[in-house]
């Protein structure tokens, strides 16, 4: 079999007045919401860019581009599912992925298993192959003043 492991990592900023995606899942009790193009689910996007990255299909922003309109607001559980064709016709299928969220609050612990079924199912994939892990920034930096977060992801692939 052709093995392949591909890393990806995301940032977005957190304000006021904004909804909080994150693994496809949307947080409310969240004082803050991250923003982009999209709906800036940071978790997804690491994931899509740690699956292309494997496949050597260079990253998000080339196919998913922040200047196009289709992807304004889109919800980032189409663009993993666009990811998941884009590496399947190259002929590859996903063996696991794990991931880290850096982040102060909300906890988001409770909620990861709904990720990981949100995420599962749009990968076609078991939930025991993802993995998400969370952690804080001990008050340090952009993430500890909750100004921002970020999540890093590494995805293992394998030829069909």
């Not at 899942?25 to 860019?49: M, N, P, Q, R, T």
């Not at 992807?71 to 663009?79: D, E």
Request: proline share 2%; with cysteine; glycine share 10%.
């Amino acid at each position: 079999m052709n093995f392949r492991i591909g890393f990806g990592f995301d940032v977005h900023q957190l304000a006021d007045g904004h909804p909080f995606y994150l693994g496809g899942v949307y947080l409310e009790e969240a004082k803050k919401g991250a923003f982009g193009h999209s709906d800036a689910d940071v978790l997804l996007h690491a994931i899509c860019d740690a699956l292309l990255g494997a496949a050597n299909l260079r990253d998000i922003g080339f196919h998913f581009k922040n200047t196009d309109a289709r992807w304004k607001g889109i919800s980032s559980l189409i663009l993993l599912e666009e990811t998941m064709k884009i590496i399947g016709e190259k002929g590859y299928k996903v063996g696991n992925i794990d991931c880290t969220v850096c982040l102060e609050a909300p906890k988001i612990n409770p909620h990861i298993p709904a990720m990981q079924k949100a995420i599962a199912e749009k990968m076609g994939i078991d939930e025991d192959a993802v993995s998400i892990k969370a952690t804080t920034n001990e008050t340090l930096g952009f993430i500890g003043r909750h100004e921002g977060v970020t999540a890093s992801a590494v995805a293992l692939i394998y030829k069909i």
